[in-house]
T-cell receptor, first 114, second 113 residues
Framework: AQKITQTQPGMFVQEKEAVTLDCTYD???????LFWYKQPSSGEMIFLIY??????QNATEGRYSLNFQKARKSANLVISASQLGDSAMYFC???????????FGSGTRLQVQP | EPEVTQTPSHQVTQMGQEVILRCVPI?????FYWYRQILGQKVEFLVS????????KSEIFDDQFSVERPDGSNFTLKIRSTKLEDSAMYFC???????????FGPGTRLTVL
């Protein structure tokens, strides 16, 4: 069975600072995909970034980057130069081959302070 | 930019009633999903749908639930005889064959009284 663990229920960061949101995962499949989604207070789920288990490079999308450490089974999201609009819940999720379902972690609530 | 849409945004129903939640996936996507999120909790997978049939379902998706693609654009989730614990945000999502990325709709908040 797959499992995603997000150990930080809440995080604070100052505007313009970088922040790292932790995510560890557990799967016996050698091939898998890791995702990060943002959920603002309005409730929608916004895709941020994807990392495949065989990708050689860490994924980056603008101010978002994924610090993928395969041996440690971690896929931490790094947000650089935080903005007030980054305040939201952030969910890490995983998909394994043969299944389309995403398994989500419990989320981290990020608050960016001016 | 194409997006997944869901209606209604909020549905209030009495316990025991049937509800139908509607979704319009992105037009060229072939995989459709329903997830739910009980208030303050994580997002949970319910069901995936491909080629006009259920391809995968979770243990949450019991006989109370059903999905349907009644026409070429809509994808629906029916909950028969709703229970108080069905109160949650229900998200529809879709994805293409070419990408793992699942695009989520804005959600329908279901309140069962």
């Amino acid at each position: 069975a797959q499992k995603i663990t997000q150990t930080q229920p809440g995080m604070f960061v100052q505007e313009k600072e970088a922040v790292t949101l932790d995510c560890t995962y557990d799967t016996s499949d050698p091939s898998y995909g890791l995702f990060w989604y943002k959920q603002p207070s309005s409730g929608e789920m916004i895709f941020l970034i994807y990392q495949g288990s065989y990708d050689q490079q860490n994924a980056t999308e603008g101010r978002y980057s994924l610090n993928f450490q395969k041996a440690r089974k971690s896929a931490n999201l790094v947000i650089s130069a935080s903005q007030l609009g980054d305040s939201a819940m952030y969910f890490c999720a995983m998909r394994v081959p043969g299944r389309r379902a995403l398994t989500f972690g419990s989320g981290t609530r990020l608050q960016v302070q001016p | 930019e194409p997006e997944v849409t869901q209606t209604p945004s909020h549905q209030v129903t009495q316990m025991g009633q049937e509800v139908i939640l509607r979704c319009v996936p992105i037009s060229n996507h072939l995989y459709f999903y329903w997830y739910r999120q009980i208030l303050g909790q994580k997002v949970e997978f319910l069901v995936s749908f491909y080629n006009n049939e259920i391809s995968e379902k979770s243990e949450i998706f019991d006989d109370q639930f059903s999905v349907e693609r009644p026409d070429g654009s809509n994808f629906t989730l029916k909950i028969r005889s709703t229970k108080l614990e069905d109160s949650a945000m229900y998200f529809c999502a879709s994805s293409s064959e070419l990408s793992d990325e699942q695009f989520f709709g804005p959600g329908t908040r279901l309140t069962v009284l």
